[in-house]
T-cell receptor, first 111, second 117 residues
Framework: GQNIDQPTEMTATEGAIVQINCTYQ??????LFWYQQHAGEAPTFLSY????GLEEKGRFSSFLSRSKGYSYLLLKELQMKDSASYLC????????????FGTGTRLTVIP | NAGVMQNPRHLVRRRGQEARLRCSPM?????VYWYRQLPEEGLKFMVY????????ESGMPKERFSAEFPKEGPSILRIQQVVRGDSAAYFC???????????????FGPGTRLLVL
């Protein structure tokens, strides 16, 4: 089976740094994705990791450790507009390209 | 380049009616995925289609649900005899190829919010 865990909610202050963790146990692994989803809107792609290490893209970075089944999304210089749900998703290895999502972490940025 | 299009954005049906949800993938994308998101839950994979083929429907309920992606026109997710438990947001995503790399990830449409009365 597939099991993807992330905290349900987090709160952080504008201008600060926040790290959102994701752990996974899946029957196969072929990449981990992070998406941002504002309430009532579509998930939008943030990052993709398939090899161990850190991928940096502006204020957002994502880290992967395959041996630990662990990833995190790091958001720097938080802005109010970063208040959203952050979805961790793992693609399995069976060739169908399906994504298995965690329940998402709802981040609230406060002034 | 237009993104993934879904319509309708909101759909209200009474129990027992049929719901038809449409998805037009991004230009140049030939792979379509349907996901369901229940309130306060994560996205759950339903079905993966290419043109005229269902590749993986392991997430589809065995009854009342069907999906197609014809040679011409949008992908359709069809729910027959809807029940209240079908109320959810249904998202469609598309990708150019199955083996997603950084450039070939799944891009989501705005979703159809189905409410069954």
């Amino acid at each position: 089976g597939q099991n993807i865990d992330q905290p349900t909610e987090m709160t952080a202050t504008e201008g600060a740094i926040v790290q959102i963790n994701c752990t996974y146990q899946t029957s196969g692994f072929n990449g981990l994705f992070w998406y941002q989803q504002h309430a009532g809107e579509a998930p939008t792609f943030l990052s993709y990791n398939v090899l161990d290490g850190l991928e940096e893209k502006g204020r957002f970075s994502s880290f992967l450790s395959r041996s630990k089944g662990y990833s995190y999304l790091l958001l720097k210089e938080l802005q109010m507009k970063d208040s959203a749900s952050y979805l961790c998703a793992v693609r399995d290895q069976t060739g169908a390209n399906n994504l298995f999502f965690g329940t998402g972490t709802r981040l609230t940025v406060i002034p | 380049n237009a993104g993934v299009m879904q319509n309708p954005r909101h759909l209200v049906r009474r129990r027992g009616q049929e719901a038809r949800l449409r998805c037009s993938p991004m230009k140049g994308h030939s792979h379509v995925y349907w996901y369901r998101q229940l309130p306060e839950e994560g996205l759950k994979f339903m079905v993966y289609l290419q043109k005229e083929n269902i590749i993986d429907e392991s997430g589809m309920p065995k009854e009342r649900f069907s999906a197609e992606f014809p040679k011409e026109g949008p992908s359709i997710l069809r729910i027959q005899q809807v029940v209240r438990g079908d109320s959810a947001a249904y998202f469609c995503a598309s990708s150019p190829r199955a083996r997603a790399t950084k450039q070939e990830t799944q891009y989501f449409g705005p979703g159809t919010r189905l409410l069954v009365l």
